[in-house]
């Protein structure tokens, strides 16, 4: 079973940087993708930037820019380093593995991050 844990999450003021990263149990397949969902109160679920197992990325629109992507497969990791936050940015962060070849989708239980002054 695949298990994904958070960590990074926190309280920064507007203009700061956070940096969140995902470690997954095991990956099975190696055609894979990595991501980064955030679910804001009373709002659904939206994808914030993923990464495939050959590193092609794509990000959401408000994001572009500010936030980066990164993965480490030999030890089965991402990351999503996060700059210039802004208080829409906060949320519940969630990281989030496809496996392309076995077809599984997975979730780790969440990181808040909270953007105030």
């Known amino acids: 079973q695949v298990q994904l844990v958070e960590s990074g999450g926190g309280l920064v003021q507007p203009g700061g940087s956070l940096r969140l990263s995902c470690a997954a149990s095991v990956i099975i397949s190696i055609i894979n993708a990595m991501g980064w969902y955030r679910q804001a109160p009373g709002k659904q679920r939206e994808l914030v930037a993923t990464i495939t197992s050959s590193r092609v990325t794509t990000y959401e629109d408000s994001v572009k820019g500010r936030f980066t992507i990164s993965r480490d497969n030999t030890k089965n990791t991402v990351h999503l380093q996060m700059n210039s936050l802004k208080a829409e940015d906060s949320a519940v962060y969630y990281c989030?593995?496809?496996?392309?070849?076995?077809?599984?989708?997975?979730w780790g239980q969440g990181t808040q991050v909270t953007v105030s002054s």
């Open positions: 989030n593995l496809v496996d392309y070849v076995l077809g599984g989708t997975y």
